[in-house]
Nanobody, 124 residues
């Protein structure tokens, strides 16, 4: 059993930065895709960034150039550095782990494990 625990969410003004962290309790996550999704009120959950065990990375177009994902396979953690935040980045952010296609457009039903979510609020 793998559990995901997220931290680092909060409130920030537009243009600011936040860093989200996710820790996986079980070591099997180190061999699987890890990523971040977000869900804004009234909207569907969407992929933000993914990183494979070999550190292949994908980003959604909306965050490319502003967000950076990284992972530590030894510590089984995945971080999301968010810079130049915009009000439209406001959402609940979820850490995720799965096997298979490691890309932001992965079918969400293929995600094997979700974190509990951490809120990010960006004010203008």
């Amino acid at each position: 059993q793998v559990d995901l625990v997220e931290s680092g969410g909060g409130s920030v003004q537009a243009g600011g930065s936040l860093r989200l962290s996710c820790s996986a309790s079980g070591d099997t996550a180190s061999s699987r895709c890890m990523g971040w999704f977000r869900q804004a009120p009234g909207k569907e959950r969407e992929g933000v960034a993914t990183i494979s065990p070999s550190r292949g990375i994908t980003y959604s177009d909306s965050v490319k150039g502003r967000f950076s994902i990284s992972r530590d396979n030894a510590k089984v953690t995945v971080d999301l550095q968010m810079n130049s935040l915009k009000p439209e980045d406001t959402a609940m952010y979820y850490c995720a782990v799965w096997t298979g296609l490691c890309a932001v457009f992965v079918d969400k039903t293929d995600v094997e494990l979700w974190g509990q979510g951490t809120p990010v609020t960006v004010s203008s």
